[in-house]
């Protein structure tokens, strides 16, 4: 049973579950306009500076209908969600599109908005994928100068430096406190199941920061974090999936199977609030800092740095959450992870960690086949841990 407040948890969940409803919500409460952006590296604190709300697009569950004549069958579940979201008008919503990545399924998608939208405003930044070369920080302050400028224009406000530092202040309070939900979790001090952990990063990523603070605290303030785990479960870390959340009834099947989720590089999770943005410098370049600063707080298979690897981050992190195990979570054709995980593999074997890896689709979950694969692999892992009699 689950540690946290059941009124409080209702009010993220539901924000979670239908951002769409939320943000046409809080547009009728605020008159102010919304502006979506995309998953995984744009700053949202750059759109709250504008007064507008800033909401990471999201994979919708409706089956996908218009989507299919819209891109291929081999592009990611998040690409053509969001191909079909815009061509039945879900994306309605939204005054304008703003994003910073480069993944080749998402500009795909984004171009597909283009097409199905063409009165709202798209604007691609593109930042630099090569984190570390002489020229990386340059590039990346002069990306965030140009969002600047056109967020500036959709919204019709100038983001002042002071402006900018009160969004990135609410923002960093906001990570902080998210990560001590995870702090207590990975302690075994709090019982709270993989699927919970990723509502209350979801709705962070699309409700108004200061009403999600503000009902993150009365979570927080209400736990009595004191309940150690059963020894019984199997400690693991779920790591991959990218920009869509894996389903939560797949992390239920997991859990369900003796399994006791401590820690995740999920972009759904650690992955989003995994850096603070710099208070100390000026603003704006205390973006720039701050894309540049995530690669090393949880690299990503979409990343290039030479002295930052995913593979070494996740064993050292197993060490620190003392994980038995790796449970990958991969988004059907989603190419940046299928062409890192054999790294991540290899590493993994190296250091006699078990892994299993799980594809995940959007149209549904093969959830007996996955049980089968999960019971097996927590088997696996509680037979190596048991000590084997000496025959002496
Ligand atoms: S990174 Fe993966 S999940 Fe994200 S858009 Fe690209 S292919 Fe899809």
Redesign the pocket.
């Known amino acids: 049973m689950s540690d946290l407040n059941p009124e409080a948890y209702a009010l993220l969940a539901s924000a979670a579950a239908d951002p769409v409803t939320y943000a046409q919500g809080w547009k009728a409460r605020t008159g102010h306009p919304v502006v979506g952006s995309?998953?995984?590296n744009f700053p949202s604190e750059l759109t709250h500076a504008t007064g507008a709300l800033p909401v990471v697009i999201q994979e919708s569950r409706t089956p996908i209908t218009e989507g299919r004549s819209l891109l291929p069958e081999f592009?990611?579940?998040?690409?053509r969600s969001l191909a079909d979201q815009a061509a039945v008008g879900e994306l309605d919503v939204f005054d304008a599109f703003v994003l910073a990545?480069h993944?080749?399924?998402?500009l795909g998608?984004v171009d597909v908005i283009r097409w199905s939208i063409p009165s709202k405003p798209v604007h691609f930044a593109q930042f630099i994928s090569s984190m570390d070369d002489p020229w990386s920080g340059a590039q990346v302050r002069d990306k965030i100068g140009s969002l600047r400028v056109e967020v500036e224009e959709i919204v019709g406000t100038v983001v002042t430096a002071e402006r900018l530092a009160n969004s990135i202040r609410l923002f960093n309070e906001n990570r902080r406190i998210l990560r001590e939900f995870y702090d207590l979790r990975r302690q075994g001090v709090l019982r709270i199941t993989a699927s919970e952990m990723q509502t209350l990063v979801k709705s962070s990523m699309v409700m108004d920061i200061e009403e999600h603070t503000a009902i993150l605290l009365r979570l927080r303030d209400g736990l009595t974090p004191d309940a150690a785990a059963p020894d019984s479960l199997v400690r693991i870390h779920l790591s991959g999936?990218?920009?869509?959340p894996p389903r939560p009834e797949l992390l239920d099947v997991i859990e369900e199977c003796g399994v006791l989720v401590v820690n995740d590089d999920l972009?759904h999770g650690f992955r989003y609030i995994s850096t603070d943005v710099p208070e100390d410098v000026d603003p704006f370049d205390a973006l720039a800092l701050w894309y540049l600063d995530r690669n090393v707080n949880a690299p990503c298979g979409?990343r290039v740095q030479r002295n930052v690897d995913w593979d070494s981050y996740l064993v050292s992190s197993l060490d620190d959450s003392a994980a038995d195990g790796v449970i990958t979570l991969m988004?059907k054709?989603?190419?940046?992870?299928m062409l890192y995980y054999p790294e991540l593999k290899k590493a993994l074997d190296g250091h006699d960690i078990p892994v299993l890896l799980i594809e995940t689709e959007h149209e549904g979950l093969a959830e007996e086949s996955v049980r089968t694969r999960v019971e097996t692999f927590v088997e696996r892992i509680r037979r190596s841990k048991s000590t084997v009699p000496s025959l002496a």
């Not at 592009?75 to 690409?79: E, N």
């Not at 999936?241 to 869509?244: G, I, L, P």
Request: proline share 8%.
């Open positions: 995309f998953p995984m592009y990611c579940g998040y690409t990545d993944c080749v399924q998402l998608a999936h990218f920009c869509a972009y979409t988004s054709f989603c190419e940046p992870l």
